[in-house]
């Protein structure tokens, strides 16, 4: 490797997101023994590897220790896309050299949002799986397999302290079993989106290294979440809203559902079939992170 209440209208949003990025894994058969083209566009995207700092949407910062990686957003796009993801502008990932698991970070330009709401896990987790539903009617339609949404993983909740607000989904296709685990990290004018991907059976335990590797994250001066000044641009949704689909919760009010692009919910379906064996593979033996 180089250098807030649940409402019926909010299931709407959560489908279309769901379709917009869902995405399945290349299978073993393009890379046997890890030798092949994907593992060599991998391996040849520009990645920074530590120890350094990885620069994010000009809005924050992440400390990349050794043996860790991190890729800009030209790169991110098409590491998303050779693993049959759809693109993404302004993405950045963050990874042990190992690949064993990946990050993905975004930043949404909410506004200041709010972190007073109580979150009702059972509401939320209901209207996934109303959205979830309607997404995999348009899934059948165009020939995908169904993605169903089991559970909660890691049912929401907020740090007031840090400002972190973190769930995890459990989900799964004909390829298996995936489990996505979304952190939201606060700002003074957005929100710092990031998605873990990992094997369920190694996730507890990237859930721990992840969270840990984010005590070097911050965002850079002015845009930290203790310097809200009145008059600051305050966010149309709050916590519950970040859960639902962020930017896409504030569509469904005004019926704006053109806006949703970026902002749709993250989903690496067969991603567990991808980083338990395939990435593997491709990297050779793995490195403790």
Same mark, same amino acid.
């Given at each position: 490797?180089?250098?807030?209440?649940?409402?019926?209208?909010?299931?709407?949003?959560?489908?279309?997101?769901?379709?917009?990025?869902?995405?399945?894994?290349? *299978?073993?058969?393009?890379?046997?023994?890890?030798?092949?083209?994907?593992?060599?566009?991998?391996?040849?995207?520009?990645?920074?590897?530590?120890?350094?700092?990885?620069?994010?949407?000009?809005?924050?910062?992440?400390?990349?220790?050794?043996?860790?990686?991190?890729?800009?957003?030209?790169?991110?796009?098409?590491?998303?896309?050779?693993?049959? +993801?759809?693109?993404?502008?302004?993405?950045?990932?963050?990874?042990?050299?190992?690949?064993?698991?990946?990050?993905?970070?975004?930043?949404?330009?909410?506004?200041?949002?709010?972190?007073?709401?109580?979150?009702?896990?059972?509401?939320?987790?209901?209207?996934?799986?109303?959205? +979830?539903?309607?997404?995999?009617?348009?899934?059948?339609?165009?020939?995908?397999?169904?993605? +169903?949404?089991?559970?909660?993983?890691?049912?929401?909740?907020?740090?007031?302290?840090?400002?972190?607000?973190?769930?995890?989904?459990?989900?799964?296709?004909?390829?298996?079993?995936?489990?996505?685990?979304?952190?939201?990290?606060?700002?003074?004018?957005?929100?710092?989106?990031?998605?873990?991907? *990992?094997?369920?059976?190694?996730?507890?335990?990237?859930?721990?290294?992840?969270?840990?590797?984010?005590?070097?994250?911050?965002?850079?001066?002015?845009?930290?979440?203790?310097?809200?000044?009145?008059?600051?641009?305050?966010?149309?949704?709050?916590?519950?809203?970040?859960?639902?689909?962020?930017?896409?919760?504030?569509?469904?009010?005004?019926?704006?559902?053109?806006?949703?692009?970026?902002?749709?919910?993250?989903?690496?379906?067969?991603?567990?079939?991808?980083?338990?064996?395939?990435?593997?593979?491709?990297?050779?033996?793995?490195?403790?992170?």
């Amino acid at each position: 490797m180089t250098s807030s209440s649940m409402t019926l209208s909010l299931s709407r949003v959560v489908w279309i997101s769901l379709l917009l990025v869902a995405a399945s894994a290349p *299978s073993m058969a393009q890379d046997p023994g890890g030798q092949g083209s994907v593992a060599t566009q991998i391996r040849n995207l520009g990645w920074k590897v530590g120890p350094s700092d990885g620069k994010i949407a000009g809005r924050a910062t992440i400390v990349i220790p050794a043996k860790y990686a991190f890729l800009g957003a030209a790169d991110t796009s098409k590491f998303l896309t050779l693993m049959r +993801n759809l693109p993404r502008t302004d993405s950045y990932t963050f990874a042990p050299q190992d690949l064993s698991w990946f990050s993905i970070f975004d930043f949404e330009d909410t506004g200041y949002i709010k972190d007073d709401e109580k979150i009702d896990a059972d509401a939320v987790l209901q209207s996934l799986k109303e959205g +979830n539903a309607l997404g995999n009617e348009e899934r059948k339609k165009r020939g995908y397999p169904a993605l +169903n949404l089991d559970g909660w993983f890691v049912a929401p909740r907020y740090d007031t302290d840090t400002k972190r607000l973190e769930w995890a989904t459990k989900l799964s296709s004909e390829g298996g079993v995936s489990v996505n685990y979304r952190i939201r990290l606060l700002g003074r004018t957005g929100v710092m989106s990031a998605v873990l991907v *990992s094997d369920p059976d190694s996730l507890d335990k990237d859930i721990r290294v992840f969270k840990t590797a984010l005590n070097d994250f911050s965002f850079d001066a002015g845009q930290r979440y203790a310097e809200y000044r009145p008059g600051d641009k305050i966010a149309e949704y709050g916590l519950t809203g970040l859960i639902i689909g962020g930017a896409a919760a504030a569509a469904a009010k005004t019926g704006l559902f053109k806006v949703i692009g970026k902002f749709g919910v993250l989903i690496f379906a067969g991603a567990a079939a991808m980083i338990g064996g395939l990435v593997k593979r491709l990297f050779g033996r793995r490195t403790a992170a």
